[in-house]
């Protein structure tokens, strides 16, 4: 495995509520689901399309139903991305949340 030197990086977590009706696909729909919200990095924080990676850092599932769910960055440039929300079948989000971390 090879090293990799990082010069800048950000930090952050963002949170979506579909109990409390933000993204109410996520709570009352069946199928394939998706929410995206649009993180702004700061101006000038890199200067070309930085490395992001996400974790789920918070759930709050309705336990008759199956468990599934899944994080991604998507479309990341030097002022930000999408991070975006992905649940299936009959999964129904009452609360997610993703930390991520951004490196150049």
């Given amino acids: 495995m090879q090293a990799t030197q990082v010069t800048k990086m950000l930090t952050g977590s963002v949170q979506i509520v579909p109990y409390n009706g933000e993204f109410p696909d996520l709570l009352n729909g069946n199928g394939a689901r998706t929410a995206s919200v649009h993180v702004d990095f700061p101006p000038k924080s890199f200067q070309s399309a930085p490395q992001v990676a996400v974790s789920i850092n918070g ?3 309705n ?8 994080v991604s960055a998507a479309n990341a440039d030097q002022n930000g991305f999408n991070l975006v929300f992905f649940t299936w079948a009959d999964t129904q989000v009452n609360l997610c949340s993703a930390a991520w971390v951004a490196f150049e």
């Fill in 59 to 61: 759930l709050d599932i």
């Fill in 63 to 70: 336990n008759n139903h199956g468990l599934r769910i899944q």
